[in-house]
T-cell receptor
Framework: DAGVTQSPTHLIKTRGQQVTLRCSPKSGHDTVSWYQQALGQGPQFIFQYYEEEERQRGNFPDRFSGHQFPNYSSELNVNALLLGDSALYLC??????????????FGSGTRLTVV | GEDVEQSLFLSVREGDSSVINCTYTDSSSTYLYWYKQEPGAGLQLLTYIFSNMDMKQDQRLTVLLNKKDKHLSLRIADTQTGDSAIYFCAESITGNTPLVFGKGTRLSVIA
């Protein structure tokens, strides 16, 4: 049973560019949350998607946007990249009926480097 | 606002007990968690405790919660080299609200 799959695992982008990160949730999960983990820091909540809608959002600018598809997979888009966007981006999925953190399964993350 | 503080480093000898400490500021936090992160891996939920509990034990792991002081600790008995990782304390107001993480404590186990 595959867990949460994130792609790509690593990528390098230039300031000002746009990037799309992808997440496939664990089988049977319908809710996807995204977190940003800067080097030496704990993860910070970006937003959560459920039923193809953004359900909750953290303190991130509008440059960060997302999408959830009918198959529950999700994308995180970041526009006008800044050097400070360099981080590990983590996706977590959770199953229906709970929506709770206790059901979270985290992916291994995408390491984004902005140069 | 919410804030979670942890010491950044801890070094112990194999076989000893490790104690990782955490303080949080939001008294309305209902759920408190400990996550483990190994290099190249995602976050793994180790254990959690509800705010109406003082202690929870799960095999080698013991969690202690002091609500008055907003202090949480994780004790790992008989620490092994495989326990070397970064340990994050996290809180949430409800089971559905986002996690707020500390900066993590890097545990190094010396053989």
């Amino acid at each position: 049973d595959a867990g949460v799959t994130q792609s790509p695992t690593h990528l390098i982008k230039t300031r000002g560019q746009q990037v799309t990160l992808r997440c496939s949730p664990k089988s049977g999960h319908d809710t996807v949350s995204w977190y940003q983990q800067a080097l030496g820091q704990g993860p910070q909540f970006i937003f959560q998607y459920y039923e193809e809608e953004e359900r909750q959002r953290g303190n991130f600018p509008d440059r960060f946007s997302g999408h959830q598809f009918p198959n529950y997979s999700s994308e995180l888009n970041v526009n006008a990249l800044l050097l400070g966007d360099s981080a590990l981006y983590l996706c977590a999925s959770s199953p229906p009926g709970t929506g709770t953190i206790l059901g979270y399964t985290f992916g291994s993350g995408t390491r984004l480097t902005v140069v | 606002g919410e804030d979670v503080e942890q010491s950044l480093f801890l070094s112990v000898r194999e076989g000893d007990s490790s104690v990782i400490n955490c303080t949080y500021t939001d008294s309305s936090s209902t759920y408190l968690y400990w996550y483990k992160q190994e290099p190249g891996a995602g976050l793994q939920l180790l254990t959690y405790i509800f705010s109406n509990m003082d202690m929870k034990q799960d095999q080698r792991l013991t969690v202690l919660l002091n609500k008055k002081d907003k202090h949480l600790s994780l004790r790992i008995a008989d620490t092994q080299t495989g326990d070397s990782a970064i340990y994050f304390c996290a809180e949430s107001i409800t089971g559905n609200t986002p996690l707020v993480f500390g900066k993590g404590t890097r545990l190094s186990v010396i053989a």
